[in-house]
C-alpha cells in the first residue's frame, strides 16, 4: 500500500461517516451533506469492474441519498482511469487540498492553556458548532460523526483567562495522530492561539505513542498553510474533489 493510501486510510477512520457502502475497492461515505470529507467516494483499492459502470452505480447511490456525487481524487495510479471518467462527464474540481506531516518533537511549551479529554463534551460540541458556524441542520451529523469515532481520540479546548478561544480534535492510530477541525474564536484569530493549539495537540499526540502527525489544509487557506509550514510540517501531497450536482440519471 502506498504512503499516501495509508495517510488516506487513517483520515476516512479519523472521521466516519454516518453510513458506509463498499463497492468493488471503493467506499461510498454518506453523511447528510454535512462536509465533503463524509459525503464522497474513495478509492482504496483496484477495480474489477468498468469504470463507467461504477461512476454510473454510484450516482445512482448519491442520487437516491438526495445529495451531489463527489468523488475524493488523490495522487495514486487507482485515480487515474477515474480521473479521466469523470473529465468526460463534466465533473467540476473543487477543495484542493494539501495533506500535510511532521515528526513529532521531543519538547513542547510549557505554558499552554489546553484542555483535551477523551469524551466529547456538550461545551466541546457547543464550542465547535458556534466556531465553524455549522448549520443548525448539520449539527447532529457533527455529533454523529465525532460520536462514531473509534481510534484514541483527544477533543481539544484552549483557554485565554476564562474564555474559550479554540477548539480541535486529534485522533492517534498507527504511530500517527491527526489533526482536525482546529478552529479559532472569530473575535480572537491572529493572535497566536493557533499555533497554540496545535502544539498542544500534537504534545498530546506524543503522549498517546504518536511519533508522527499529519493534517489537511485547503489550498486557498494562505494563513493555516503559513502557521502549519512555520511549525516544519511538510506538504507530502495534494488531493481534491470532483463534484457533479444532484441529478436525474436518464
Not at 483557554?159 to 492517534?172: E, I, Q, R
Not at 474564536?185 to 500534537?202: A, D, L, T, W
Request: proline fraction near 5%.
Amino acid at each position: 500500500m502506498s504512503f499516501f493510501r495509508t495517510l488516506e486510510e487513517l483520515s476516512l477512520n479519523a472521521w466516519p461517516a454516518t453510513r458506509i457502502t463498499h463497492y468493488d475497492g471503493w467506499v461510498l461515505r454518506f453523511s447528510n451533506g454535512f462536509t465533503r470529507r463524509a459525503n464522497s467516494v474513495n478509492v482504496l483499492c483496484p477495480s474489477r469492474l468498468a469504470i463507467p459502470t461504477k461512476v454510473d452505480w454510484c450516482e445512482d447511490q448519491y442520487t437516491f441519498a438526495e445529495l451531489p456525487t463527489v468523488f475524493k481524487i488523490f495522487p495514486d495510479e487507482l485515480t487515474q482511469d477515474l480521473t479521466e471518467e469523470l473529465d468526460q462527464r463534466g465533473y467540476e474540481t473543487e477543495g484542493e487540498a494539501h495533506v500535510m506531516t511532521l515528526d513529532l518533537p521531543d519538547s513542547y511549551p510549557s505554558n499552554l492553556e489546553i484542555t483535551i479529554s477523551p469524551f466529547l463534551s456538550e461545551q466541546w460540541y457547543a464550542d465547535a458548532v458556534g466556531f465553524n458556524r455549522v448549520v443548525p441542520q448539520h449539527h447532529v451529523e457533527l455529533r454523529n460523526i465525532v460520536e462514531r469515532i473509534q481510534p484514541i481520540c483527544g477533543f481539544s479546548t484552549l483557554y485565554h483567562g476564562k474564555d474559550t478561544v479554540a477548539v480541535g480534535l486529534a485522533v492517534v492510530e498507527r504511530d500517527w495522530v491527526g489533526l482536525f477541525d482546529i478552529v479559532v474564536s472569530p473575535e480572537h484569530r491572529r493572535k497566536g492561539f493557533g499555533r497554540q493549539i496545535v502544539q498542544g495537540m500534537m504534545h498530546w499526540g506524543k503522549e498517546n505513542g504518536a511519533n508522527h502527525c499529519y493534517l489537511q489544509a485547503f489550498h486557498e487557506n494562505s494563513a493555516a498553510m503559513a502557521l502549519y509550514q512555520s511549525l516544519g510540517f511538510e506538504s507530502q501531497y495534494r488531493y481534491h474533489y470532483r463534484s457533479k450536482p444532484l441529478h436525474k440519471r436518464n
